[in-house]
DNA sequence: TCGCTTATATCGAAGTTCGATATAAATGGG
DNA sequence: CCCATTTATATCGAACTTCGATATAAGCGA
Protein backbone atom coordinates (compact mmCIF):
# COMPACT_ATOMS: atom_id res chain seq x y z
CA UNK A 1 0.00 0.00 0.00
CA UNK A 2 2.85 2.18 -0.62
CA UNK A 3 1.73 5.99 -1.32
CA UNK A 4 1.90 7.61 -4.78
CA UNK A 5 1.85 11.10 -2.98
CA UNK A 6 5.06 13.53 -4.62
CA UNK A 7 5.72 14.73 -0.86
CA UNK A 8 4.16 18.49 -1.68
CA UNK A 9 2.23 18.10 1.43
CA UNK A 10 0.93 16.19 3.72
CA UNK A 11 -1.50 13.06 2.37
CA UNK A 12 -4.44 13.56 1.28
CA UNK A 13 -6.55 11.48 4.77
CA UNK A 14 -10.04 11.20 2.87
CA UNK A 15 -10.97 9.86 6.18
CA UNK A 16 -10.20 12.72 7.57
CA UNK A 17 -11.62 15.48 5.49
CA UNK A 18 -15.07 13.69 5.12
CA UNK A 19 -15.07 13.63 8.82
CA UNK A 20 -14.18 17.29 9.08
CA UNK A 21 -16.93 18.08 6.16
CA UNK A 22 -19.61 16.50 8.46
CA UNK A 23 -18.52 17.89 11.51
CA UNK A 24 -18.40 21.23 10.03
CA UNK A 25 -21.74 20.92 8.36
CA UNK A 26 -23.63 19.81 11.41
CA UNK A 27 -23.07 23.78 12.62
CA UNK A 28 -22.99 25.26 8.78
CA UNK A 29 -26.46 24.06 7.70
CA UNK A 30 -29.01 24.16 10.89
CA UNK A 31 -30.36 27.72 10.64
CA UNK A 32 -33.17 28.37 12.84
CA UNK A 33 -35.91 27.28 10.65
CA UNK A 34 -38.03 30.42 8.96
CA UNK A 35 -41.68 30.61 8.14
CA UNK A 36 -41.97 26.70 9.12
CA UNK A 37 -40.34 25.52 6.37
CA UNK A 38 -39.19 21.91 6.78
CA UNK A 39 -36.20 20.47 5.29
CA UNK A 40 -37.49 19.48 1.88
CA UNK A 41 -38.99 22.41 1.39
CA UNK A 42 -35.73 24.55 1.78
CA UNK A 43 -33.35 22.11 -0.13
CA UNK A 44 -36.61 22.58 -3.55
CA UNK A 45 -36.24 26.17 -3.26
CA UNK A 46 -32.52 26.01 -3.23
CA UNK A 47 -32.46 24.08 -5.82
CA UNK A 48 -34.62 26.24 -7.98
CA UNK A 49 -32.38 29.11 -6.99
CA UNK A 50 -29.05 27.52 -8.33
CA UNK A 51 -30.53 25.69 -11.30
CA UNK A 52 -33.29 28.13 -12.60
CA UNK A 53 -36.90 27.52 -13.44
CA UNK A 54 -37.41 23.54 -13.73
CA UNK A 55 -39.78 20.49 -14.50
CA UNK A 56 -41.24 18.88 -11.72
CA UNK A 57 -39.84 15.35 -12.79
CA UNK A 58 -36.61 17.21 -12.66
CA UNK A 59 -37.02 17.76 -9.32
CA UNK A 60 -37.13 14.14 -8.68
CA UNK A 61 -33.71 13.87 -9.58
CA UNK A 62 -32.34 15.91 -6.65
CA UNK A 63 -35.12 16.22 -3.96
CA UNK A 64 -34.98 12.60 -2.26
CA UNK A 65 -39.03 12.65 -2.78
CA UNK A 66 -41.25 10.46 -5.62
CA UNK A 67 -43.25 12.83 -7.56
CA UNK A 68 -46.55 12.58 -5.35
CA UNK A 69 -44.78 13.81 -2.45
CA UNK A 70 -43.81 16.66 -5.11
CA UNK A 71 -46.68 17.31 -6.29
CA UNK A 72 -48.44 18.51 -2.67
CA UNK A 73 -45.21 20.21 -2.09
CA UNK A 74 -45.17 22.66 -5.15
CA UNK A 75 -48.84 23.16 -4.06
CA UNK A 76 -47.91 24.03 -1.01
CA UNK A 77 -45.21 26.35 -2.56
CA UNK A 78 -47.61 27.80 -4.79
CA UNK A 79 -49.97 28.57 -2.40
CA UNK A 80 -47.54 30.08 -0.02
CA UNK A 81 -46.60 32.20 -3.05
CA UNK A 82 -42.78 30.85 -3.13
CA UNK A 83 -43.21 29.23 -6.30
CA UNK A 84 -45.00 30.17 -9.29
CA UNK A 85 -46.14 27.28 -11.84
CA UNK A 86 -46.49 27.60 -15.85
CA UNK A 87 -47.41 25.23 -18.58
CA UNK A 88 -43.88 24.62 -20.28
CA UNK A 89 -44.73 25.56 -23.39
CA UNK A 90 -42.56 22.89 -25.41
CA UNK A 91 -44.74 20.13 -23.40
CA UNK A 92 -48.46 20.69 -22.50
CA UNK A 93 -48.21 18.02 -19.92
CA UNK A 94 -45.65 19.28 -18.07
CA UNK A 95 -45.15 22.15 -15.34
CA UNK A 96 -42.49 24.48 -15.50
CA UNK A 97 -41.61 25.62 -11.41
CA UNK A 98 -39.58 28.95 -10.73
CA UNK A 99 -39.33 30.84 -7.95
CA UNK A 100 -41.08 34.07 -7.06
CA UNK A 101 -39.52 36.69 -5.80
CA UNK A 102 -40.46 35.90 -2.28
CA UNK A 103 -39.11 33.09 -2.42
CA UNK A 104 -35.62 33.95 -3.57
CA UNK A 105 -35.84 36.53 -1.00
CA UNK A 106 -35.72 33.16 1.43
CA UNK A 107 -33.67 31.58 -0.14
CA UNK A 108 -31.23 34.72 0.05
CA UNK A 109 -31.45 35.81 3.95
CA UNK A 110 -30.39 31.36 4.83
CA UNK A 111 -27.80 32.46 2.64
CA UNK A 112 -27.00 35.86 4.59
CA UNK A 113 -27.46 34.03 7.67
CA UNK A 114 -24.52 32.06 6.80
CA UNK A 115 -22.54 34.12 5.68
CA UNK A 116 -22.82 36.17 9.16
CA UNK A 117 -22.57 32.60 11.17
CA UNK A 118 -19.47 31.98 9.32
CA UNK A 119 -17.95 35.57 9.43
CA UNK A 120 -18.50 35.37 13.04
CA UNK A 121 -15.79 31.95 13.21
CA UNK A 122 -13.42 33.41 10.74
CA UNK A 123 -12.64 36.45 13.36
CA UNK A 124 -11.28 33.94 15.62
CA UNK A 125 -9.17 32.78 12.52
CA UNK A 126 -5.10 34.01 11.65
CA UNK A 127 -4.45 35.67 8.52
CA UNK A 128 -2.77 32.63 7.67
CA UNK A 129 -5.97 30.90 8.06
CA UNK A 130 -8.15 33.13 6.53
CA UNK A 131 -6.02 33.55 3.29
CA UNK A 132 -5.54 29.62 3.29
CA UNK A 133 -9.89 29.61 3.62
CA UNK A 134 -10.11 32.25 0.81
CA UNK A 135 -8.59 29.86 -1.71
CA UNK A 136 -10.44 27.26 -0.40
CA UNK A 137 -13.56 28.32 -2.66
CA UNK A 138 -12.05 27.76 -5.32
CA UNK A 139 -10.91 24.65 -4.62
CA UNK A 140 -14.35 23.13 -3.58
CA UNK A 141 -16.00 25.19 -6.47
CA UNK A 142 -13.73 22.81 -8.82
CA UNK A 143 -15.08 19.93 -6.91
CA UNK A 144 -18.38 20.31 -7.25
CA UNK A 145 -17.73 20.71 -11.06
CA UNK A 146 -16.32 17.42 -11.23
CA UNK A 147 -18.92 16.04 -9.32
CA UNK A 148 -21.53 17.76 -11.62
CA UNK A 149 -19.59 15.81 -14.70
CA UNK A 150 -18.68 12.60 -12.97
CA UNK A 151 -22.29 12.21 -11.40
CA UNK A 152 -23.92 12.30 -14.64
CA UNK B 1 -15.62 49.60 3.94
CA UNK B 2 -11.89 49.76 3.35
CA UNK B 3 -10.55 45.83 3.86
CA UNK B 4 -7.97 45.25 6.87
CA UNK B 5 -6.34 42.42 4.31
CA UNK B 6 -2.51 42.55 4.58
CA UNK B 7 -2.37 40.82 1.09
CA UNK B 8 -1.05 37.52 2.00
CA UNK B 9 -3.63 36.03 -0.55
CA UNK B 10 -7.05 36.95 -2.55
CA UNK B 11 -9.37 38.06 0.13
CA UNK B 12 -11.86 36.45 1.73
CA UNK B 13 -15.12 36.75 0.15
CA UNK B 14 -17.51 35.36 2.27
CA UNK B 15 -20.33 35.19 -0.11
CA UNK B 16 -18.49 32.91 -2.74
CA UNK B 17 -17.37 30.71 0.21
CA UNK B 18 -20.23 29.87 1.86
CA UNK B 19 -22.26 29.32 -1.88
CA UNK B 20 -19.21 27.27 -2.13
CA UNK B 21 -20.08 24.99 0.30
CA UNK B 22 -23.24 25.27 -0.27
CA UNK B 23 -23.57 23.68 -3.79
CA UNK B 24 -20.43 20.93 -2.86
CA UNK B 25 -22.84 19.72 0.06
CA UNK B 26 -25.54 19.12 -2.94
CA UNK B 27 -23.28 16.60 -4.17
CA UNK B 28 -21.97 15.35 -0.61
CA UNK B 29 -24.93 15.27 1.60
CA UNK B 30 -27.35 12.98 -0.80
CA UNK B 31 -26.87 9.89 -0.28
CA UNK B 32 -29.14 6.87 -1.17
CA UNK B 33 -31.05 6.12 1.62
CA UNK B 34 -30.29 3.27 3.79
CA UNK B 35 -32.95 1.07 5.47
CA UNK B 36 -35.75 3.86 4.83
CA UNK B 37 -34.30 5.98 7.32
CA UNK B 38 -35.31 9.61 7.88
CA UNK B 39 -33.18 12.57 7.16
CA UNK B 40 -34.52 12.98 11.30
CA UNK B 41 -33.17 9.79 12.09
CA UNK B 42 -29.95 9.57 10.68
CA UNK B 43 -29.29 12.74 12.17
CA UNK B 44 -29.58 11.44 15.33
CA UNK B 45 -27.55 8.13 14.52
CA UNK B 46 -24.63 10.83 13.49
CA UNK B 47 -25.06 12.70 16.55
CA UNK B 48 -24.64 10.19 18.83
CA UNK B 49 -21.46 8.67 17.21
CA UNK B 50 -19.92 11.98 17.45
CA UNK B 51 -20.50 12.88 20.67
CA UNK B 52 -21.29 9.63 22.81
CA UNK B 53 -24.23 8.19 24.94
CA UNK B 54 -26.21 11.49 25.72
CA UNK B 55 -29.62 12.01 27.30
CA UNK B 56 -32.56 12.28 25.01
CA UNK B 57 -33.50 15.99 25.88
CA UNK B 58 -30.00 16.68 25.13
CA UNK B 59 -30.72 15.66 21.45
CA UNK B 60 -32.94 18.14 21.14
CA UNK B 61 -30.51 21.01 20.73
CA UNK B 62 -29.17 19.68 18.04
CA UNK B 63 -31.87 17.76 16.40
CA UNK B 64 -34.00 19.92 15.15
CA UNK B 65 -37.05 17.94 16.58
CA UNK B 66 -39.17 19.05 20.06
CA UNK B 67 -39.05 16.20 22.91
CA UNK B 68 -42.37 14.28 21.82
CA UNK B 69 -40.53 13.87 18.53
CA UNK B 70 -37.78 12.33 19.51
CA UNK B 71 -39.40 10.19 22.17
CA UNK B 72 -40.94 8.83 18.94
CA UNK B 73 -38.26 8.69 16.97
CA UNK B 74 -35.99 6.85 19.83
CA UNK B 75 -38.55 4.50 20.28
CA UNK B 76 -38.27 3.12 16.55
CA UNK B 77 -34.26 3.33 16.79
CA UNK B 78 -34.51 1.23 19.31
CA UNK B 79 -37.13 -1.52 18.03
CA UNK B 80 -34.88 -1.97 14.99
CA UNK B 81 -32.63 -2.26 17.03
CA UNK B 82 -29.92 0.87 16.33
CA UNK B 83 -29.97 2.40 19.54
CA UNK B 84 -30.53 0.98 23.14
CA UNK B 85 -31.26 3.31 26.33
CA UNK B 86 -30.86 2.66 29.87
CA UNK B 87 -31.29 4.56 32.82
CA UNK B 88 -28.73 7.18 33.62
CA UNK B 89 -27.66 6.24 36.96
CA UNK B 90 -27.33 9.33 37.98
CA UNK B 91 -30.73 10.90 37.05
CA UNK B 92 -33.65 8.78 37.84
CA UNK B 93 -35.71 10.59 35.37
CA UNK B 94 -33.83 10.21 32.73
CA UNK B 95 -32.40 7.61 29.77
CA UNK B 96 -28.96 7.38 28.50
CA UNK B 97 -29.27 6.90 24.76
CA UNK B 98 -26.20 4.59 23.30
CA UNK B 99 -25.59 3.52 19.68
CA UNK B 100 -25.35 -0.23 19.09
CA UNK B 101 -23.06 -1.65 16.74
CA UNK B 102 -25.49 -1.93 14.28
CA UNK B 103 -26.43 1.71 14.84
CA UNK B 104 -22.30 2.38 14.44
CA UNK B 105 -22.28 0.18 11.39
CA UNK B 106 -25.00 2.33 9.71
CA UNK B 107 -22.79 5.59 10.95
CA UNK B 108 -19.60 4.23 9.14
CA UNK B 109 -21.13 3.29 6.10
CA UNK B 110 -22.19 6.29 5.30
CA UNK B 111 -19.51 7.64 5.89
CA UNK B 112 -17.73 5.01 3.31
CA UNK B 113 -19.75 5.99 1.00
CA UNK B 114 -19.24 10.14 1.69
CA UNK B 115 -14.89 8.39 1.43
CA UNK B 116 -15.39 6.34 -1.84
CA UNK B 117 -17.55 9.21 -3.41
CA UNK B 118 -14.99 11.66 -2.57
CA UNK B 119 -12.14 9.39 -4.28
CA UNK B 120 -13.84 9.54 -7.24
CA UNK B 121 -14.02 13.65 -7.47
CA UNK B 122 -10.25 13.53 -6.42
CA UNK B 123 -8.73 11.36 -8.54
CA UNK B 124 -9.30 14.44 -11.39
CA UNK B 125 -7.63 17.04 -9.33
CA UNK B 126 -3.69 17.64 -10.03
CA UNK B 127 -1.44 17.24 -7.30
CA UNK B 128 -1.18 21.11 -6.14
CA UNK B 129 -5.01 20.72 -5.61
CA UNK B 130 -4.99 17.66 -3.68
CA UNK B 131 -2.48 19.11 -1.20
CA UNK B 132 -4.21 22.09 -0.98
CA UNK B 133 -7.45 19.91 0.15
CA UNK B 134 -5.36 17.89 2.69
CA UNK B 135 -4.68 20.77 4.33
CA UNK B 136 -7.80 21.85 4.72
CA UNK B 137 -9.54 19.26 6.75
CA UNK B 138 -7.34 20.68 9.69
CA UNK B 139 -8.26 24.18 9.19
CA UNK B 140 -12.36 22.94 8.95
CA UNK B 141 -11.30 21.11 12.07
CA UNK B 142 -10.19 24.31 13.45
CA UNK B 143 -13.18 26.37 12.27
CA UNK B 144 -15.61 23.80 13.63
CA UNK B 145 -13.73 24.09 17.21
CA UNK B 146 -14.24 27.49 17.03
CA UNK B 147 -17.94 27.04 16.61
CA UNK B 148 -18.35 24.72 19.41
CA UNK B 149 -16.62 27.85 21.43
CA UNK B 150 -18.69 30.56 19.79
CA UNK B 151 -22.17 29.09 19.61
CA UNK B 152 -22.08 28.44 23.26
C1' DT C 1 -42.20 16.88 53.86
C1' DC C 2 -44.01 20.04 50.35
C1' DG C 3 -43.95 22.49 46.31
C1' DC C 4 -41.31 23.46 42.27
C1' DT C 5 -38.52 22.06 38.56
C1' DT C 6 -36.88 18.81 35.14
C1' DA C 7 -36.93 14.39 32.10
C1' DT C 8 -39.58 11.62 29.53
C1' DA C 9 -44.11 9.66 27.90
C1' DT C 10 -48.74 9.84 26.03
C1' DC C 11 -52.37 11.62 23.18
C1' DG C 12 -54.90 13.56 19.35
C1' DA C 13 -54.49 16.69 15.49
C1' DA C 14 -52.06 18.40 11.55
C1' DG C 15 -48.78 17.67 8.06
C1' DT C 16 -45.77 14.59 4.99
C1' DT C 17 -44.68 10.86 2.16
C1' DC C 18 -45.61 6.73 -0.22
C1' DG C 19 -47.48 3.21 -3.69
C1' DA C 20 -51.08 2.56 -6.78
C1' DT C 21 -53.64 4.43 -10.07
C1' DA C 22 -56.00 8.15 -13.00
C1' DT C 23 -55.74 11.70 -16.41
C1' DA C 24 -53.93 13.92 -20.14
C1' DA C 25 -50.49 15.18 -23.52
C1' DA C 26 -46.72 13.60 -26.59
C1' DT C 27 -44.67 10.24 -29.76
C1' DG C 28 -43.98 6.70 -33.25
C1' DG C 29 -45.38 3.03 -36.46
C1' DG C 30 -48.67 1.74 -39.51
C1' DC D 1 -54.39 10.41 -39.26
C1' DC D 2 -55.14 6.75 -35.77
C1' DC D 3 -53.90 3.84 -32.16
C1' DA D 4 -50.81 2.00 -28.71
C1' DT D 5 -47.35 3.32 -25.86
C1' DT D 6 -44.82 6.35 -23.15
C1' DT D 7 -44.27 10.32 -20.24
C1' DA D 8 -45.74 14.26 -16.93
C1' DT D 9 -48.49 15.39 -13.40
C1' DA D 10 -52.56 14.71 -10.22
C1' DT D 11 -55.43 12.21 -7.00
C1' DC D 12 -56.33 8.98 -3.31
C1' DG D 13 -55.94 6.47 1.02
C1' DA D 14 -52.71 4.50 4.26
C1' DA D 15 -48.62 4.83 7.06
C1' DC D 16 -45.57 7.67 9.32
C1' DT D 17 -43.81 12.18 11.54
C1' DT D 18 -44.17 16.02 14.14
C1' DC D 19 -46.39 19.13 17.11
C1' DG D 20 -48.63 21.35 21.35
C1' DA D 21 -50.77 20.19 25.49
C1' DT D 22 -50.63 17.59 29.22
C1' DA D 23 -49.49 13.45 32.29
C1' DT D 24 -46.23 10.96 35.03
C1' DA D 25 -42.44 10.47 37.74
C1' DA D 26 -38.00 11.62 39.74
C1' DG D 27 -34.90 15.17 41.61
C1' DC D 28 -34.19 19.31 44.55
C1' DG D 29 -34.39 23.10 47.92
C1' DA D 30 -36.46 25.28 51.93
Redesign the pocket.
Known amino acids: MASSQAGRGPALDLDELVGAIEEFNTYFIRLPSVR ?6 LSVLHTLAGKGPM ?4 LTATE ?13 LERDGLVS ?1 RP ?1 P ?8 TLTEEGMGIVRSRRADRVARVARLVEHLSDEERAALARYAGLLGRLTEIAARVED
Open positions: RLSFSTRLTDQLKQPALTTLVAKRDRDGRAVLL
